[in-house]
């Protein structure tokens, strides 16, 4: 570790990690008691401090009802925003929970929660706490799950989620230097013994991370490499989207419904590939289509194209059918639920 990775993060500092913000009438921040995000508040607070008139800061804290501590939590949190003059709610995550998949469920969740509170202030922007550790840990878990170029690229600084955007000013800030601005300012935080669990993955990827960095793998590093693939991601996609306009082009030529198969046939396979889930998201009623079937699927489709052959089949809630050279990928025929015998 570097000495200015245990340095606090000064109030000029702040206004550069939240000068793209300043323009916003209402604010978000998600603040679950911990130290990232209780130096997010405080460091939004001393930031809006600067203005005449800046954004309207609400602090919002997300109890889970997993852990009993997390009542008290939402209350501290409540009272370190009122000494800063920012308002603060606290949802609830209410019904029953999963036995199973509890941290993904509890994220859906908490961003879902934060969604409706955000729309209720008129806010188009919900600011989490999320940091360069964060993001190595985020690149490691996608990594071996097997990932394409996207998932790798990990956290962007500002993404789109439930029709909000979720903005990462501490992208590039490591966890030391949020703690040493709280120690500094004798705030106190909470610790959430579930970050230390070992019977999740990211508080295990976490506690190799030292290992990891002494053979150079450190959280500078591996969010570098995160940068540098979401900026190969990015050119891509611009690519992805010139073949999308070639081949519409095509297709404007003919009368006949579909994708010219020949011309699909001639892209690169990464263009293919994406171009394929696209419309498999765009007509499917079952959800993103997962990368792995959708390998799977051209696979399949390049096989019938070179051999001249038909296709139908059905993923993510679509139909995709190969017939005379064109490609077709149409929605799915809604799935009948069978009704349950009453006991």
Same mark, same amino acid.
């Given at each position: 570790m570097?000495d200015?990775?245990?340095s606090?993060?000064? !109030?000029?500092?702040?206004?550069?990690?939240?000068?793209?913000?300043?323009?916003?009438?209402?604010?978000?921040?998600?603040?679950?008691?911990?130290?990232?995000?209780?130096?997010?508040?405080?460091?939004?607070?001393?930031w809006?401090?600067?203005?005449?008139?800046?954004?309207?800061?609400?602090?919002?804290?997300?109890?889970?009802?997993?852990?009993?501590?997390?009542?008290r939590?939402?209350?501290d949190v409540?009272?370190?925003?009122?000494?800063?003059?920012?308002?603060?709610?606290?949802?609830?995550?209410? !019904?029953?929970?999963?036995?199973? !998949?509890?941290?993904?469920?509890?994220?859906?969740?908490?961003?879902?929660?934060?969604?409706?509170?955000?729309?209720?202030?008129?806010?188009t922007?919900?600011?989490?706490?999320?940091?360069?550790?964060d993001?190595?840990?985020?690149?490691l878990?996608?990594?071996?799950?097997?990932?394409?170029i996207?998932?790798?690229s990990?956290?962007a600084?500002?993404?789109?989620r439930?029709?909000?955007?979720?903005?990462?000013?501490?992208?590039?800030?490591?966890?030391?230097?949020?703690a040493?601005?709280l120690?500094?300012?004798?705030?106190?935080?909470?610790?959430?013994?579930?970050?230390r669990?070992?019977?999740?993955?990211?508080?295990?990827?976490?506690?190799?991370?030292?290992?990891?960095?002494?053979? !150079?793998?450190?959280?500078?590093?591996?969010?570098?490499l995160a940068?540098?693939?979401?900026?190969?991601n990015?050119a891509?996609?611009?690519l992805?989207?010139?073949?999308e306009?070639?081949l519409a082009?095509?297709?404007?030529?003919?009368s006949?419904?579909?994708?010219?198969?020949?011309?699909?046939?001639?892209?690169?396979?990464?263009?293919?590939l994406?171009?394929?889930?696209r419309?498999?998201?765009?007509?499917?009623?079952?959800g993103?289509?997962?990368?792995?079937?959708?390998?799977a699927l051209?696979?399949?489709?390049?096989?019938?194209?070179?051999?001249q052959?038909?296709?139908?089949?059905?993923?993510?809630?679509?139909?995709?059918?190969?017939?005379?050279?064109?490609?077709?990928?149409?929605?799915a025929?809604?799935?009948?639920q069978?009704?349950k015998?009453?006991?």
């Amino acid at each position: 570790m570097r000495d200015d990775d245990n340095s606090p993060i000064s !109030g000029t500092e702040a206004k550069a990690l939240f000068a793209d913000w300043k323009g916003l009438p209402a604010i978000v921040l998600a603040v679950s008691g911990g130290p990232d995000s209780v130096a997010l508040m405080w460091l939004a607070a001393r930031w809006r401090k600067s203005f005449v008139r800046g954004p309207r800061l609400i602090a919002v804290t997300v109890d889970h009802g997993l852990r009993p501590e997390a009542a008290r939590e939402a209350r501290d949190v409540k009272r370190l925003a009122g000494m800063l003059n920012i308002e603060h709610r606290t949802l609830r995550w209410t !019904g029953e929970k999963p036995k199973r !998949g509890v941290p993904a469920a509890s994220r859906d969740a908490r961003y879902r929660l934060l969604a409706r509170a955000a729309r209720s202030v008129r806010a188009t922007h919900v600011l989490t706490a999320h940091t360069r550790d964060d993001q190595a840990e985020t690149l490691l878990m996608r990594l071996l799950r097997g990932s394409g170029i996207a998932g790798l690229s990990a956290m962007a600084r500002e993404s789109e989620r439930d029709g909000i955007l979720l903005a990462r000013p501490f992208l590039d800030v490591p966890k030391s230097r949020l703690a040493a601005t709280l120690n500094k300012a004798r705030i106190a935080f909470a610790d959430d013994p579930t970050n230390r669990d070992a019977t999740f993955m990211r508080p295990r990827l976490r506690a190799l991370l030292p290992l990891l960095a002494a053979e !150079g793998g450190d959280a500078r590093g591996l969010s570098r490499l995160a940068s540098r693939l979401a900026r190969a991601n990015a050119a891509v996609e611009v690519l992805a989207d010139g073949a999308e306009r070639y081949l519409a082009l095509r297709d404007r030529s003919t009368s006949r419904p579909g994708i010219d198969a020949r011309a699909f046939a001639t892209l690169p396979e990464e263009i293919r590939l994406r171009l394929l889930r696209r419309a498999l998201d765009r007509v499917g009623h079952e959800g993103p289509a997962q990368l792995g079937k959708v390998e799977a699927l051209l696979a399949t489709l390049d096989r019938s194209i070179a051999g001249q052959s038909g296709l139908k089949t059905t993923l993510a809630g679509a139909v995709v059918s190969l017939a005379r050279g064109r490609i077709r990928i149409e929605p799915a025929p809604q799935r009948r639920q069978r009704n349950k015998r009453a006991p």
